[in-house]
T-cell receptor, first 117, second 113 residues
């Protein structure tokens, strides 16, 4: 079964510090993709970063980096130099195959990040 | 603005009623996905359309249906509404280029009273 596990319901970090949000995944597909989305209190889903299963290097996008450890099936999000505006829910997701050969995103339950001033 | 447009943003309706949620995908994207986000179930995949055809079904109730029109906009129809259908409904579109990014709309918050 294709599954995403986020074990941290909530995390706190001081402004300007770095924080790591954990994500582990389970899939038997040889090709897959991993995503992180941010959902602020306003509700929209904002794409942050993507890692393909065959990518050799860890993905980075500005202050976001993805610590991809394929053997451990983990795809942790690292946010450097946290800002107050980073306070939000963060979802890890995996692109998974459907029975008909199409694709869908499977989401974890999310981690609520609070950045303290 | 993500480029994916969902209307309406908010919807309040009574049990037993029927509503239609609308989604316009990002320009050039052929795939549209519908997701439901509720407190108890989290983010659940409902259904996918690709260029007008249904491609995948997830945890979509029989009371729910969707379609994608020739101009690629999609509608999600929810009927015989129950209190438990109250949720945030997202539409996402995909281009299958680059990083296979899925772009989400801002969602429709449905409240069934």
């Amino acid at each position: 079964a294709q599954k995403i596990t986020q074990t941290q319901p909530g995390m706190f970090v001081q402004e300007k510090e770095a924080v790591t949000l954990d994500c582990t995944y389970d899939t038997s597909d040889p090709s897959y993709g991993l995503f992180w989305y941010k959902q602020p209190s306003s509700g929209e889903m904002i794409f942050l970063i993507y890692q393909g299963s065959y990518d050799q290097q860890n993905a980075t996008e500005g202050r976001y980096s993805l610590n991809f450890q394929k053997a451990r099936k983990s795809a942790n999000l690292v946010i450097s130099a946290s800002q107050l505006g980073d306070s939000a829910m963060y979802f890890c997701a995996m692109r998974a195959l459907t029975q008909g050969g199409s694709e869908k995103l499977v989401f974890g339950k999310g981690t609520k990040l609070t950045v303290n001033p | 603005d993500s480029g994916v447009t969902q209307t309406p943003k908010h919807l309040i309706t009574a049990t037993g009623q029927r509503v239609t949620l609308r989604c316009s995908p990002r320009s050039g994207d052929l795939s549209v996905y519908w997701y439901q986000q509720s407190l108890d179930q989290g983010l659940q995949f409902l259904i996918q359309y690709y260029n007008g055809e249904e491609r995948a079904k997830g945890n979509i109730l029989e009371r729910f249906s969707a379609q994608q029109f020739p101009d690629l906009h999609s509608e999600l129809n929810l009927s015989s509404l129950e209190l438990g259908d109250s949720a945030l409904y997202f539409c996402a579109s995909s281009s299958r280029t680059g990083n296979y990014g899925y772009t989400f709309g801002s969602g429709t918050r449905l409240t069934v009273v």
